[in-house]
């Protein structure tokens, strides 16, 4: 939400083109000499491994820093730690908890910080999401967007998507899983909450879901699989959407849980595309970001 409609296009159409770079070798080492931090608070596969690479594609460096590697998992004031690891990097990326840690440690950062995911929100998904859309789909402008199950991160920053890339959006999640009422009355004209699956997906040009117990949560997974049984995205559901709608996963995933065995595996499923423009999506989004410092 801090980027315009119009940087946002111009940062999913730059990943594209990254994108396509990068297979042809052709791809410009412009950032030699610059350092990435990488904070993670909560474990990670795509999102190291995606930052880390970018960089180095970029010709920077990506430090990689856990909790027991720094002082703030000792307990140092987060704005302590935000002013003395700017001075040294060119820019953070942070992966935590609570959102009010990552606003509190981007005020004080005299470099750009990019949420790599907090409870709230997950918006380098939503970044790559879009790129796999566009790059099979074309513009996801006015197009109809499901989403099946939890209301968590992703849901929420798929609400934040409708506003910024002017798409509706319908959630099907169980009673007492919704996302946030604010992010829901902000997007009001174009989001709507139902508990019945098949309604959110009846003429939907994009499924999108994710596992039923995030992290952290995960001593509520037998109970949350007795509660969000019949919200799997699967074949029967793909029914009632478009005929060439596609369905997607931030992963993990866990097959015959949230989706079915069969879309996962399908050889015509988006899903790997997916992950690997996490990849070219964040180096559009760092390459903005550094650019837009140095100005």
Known sequence: MD?????????????????????????????????LGMLFEKASTRTRISFEAGMAQMGGHAMFLAPEHTQLGRGEPIEDSARVMSSMVDIIMMRTYGHDIIERFAEYSSVPVINALTDDFHPCQLLADIQTYVEHRGSIQGKKVAWIGDGNNMCQSYINAAIQFDFELAIACPRGFEPRKDLVEQAK??????????????????????????????????QRRRQFAGFQVNEELMAQAKSDALYMHCLPAHRGEEISAGLMDSPDTVIWDEAENRLHAQKALMEFLLLEAAN
Request: charged letters at 30%.
């Open 189 to 222: 004209d174009r989001v709507k909450i139902t508990t019945i699956p098949s309604k959110a997906a009846r003429d939907a040009d994009l499924l999108v879901t994710d596992v039923w117990a995030s992290m952290g949560q995960e001593k509520e997974k037998a």
């Open 3 to 35: 980027c315009s409609p119009s940087e946002l296009q111009q940062i999913i159409q730059r990943a594209i083109e990254m994108k396509a770079q990068h297979k042809a070798r052709t791809a410009e080492a412009r950032f030699n000499n610059y350092v």
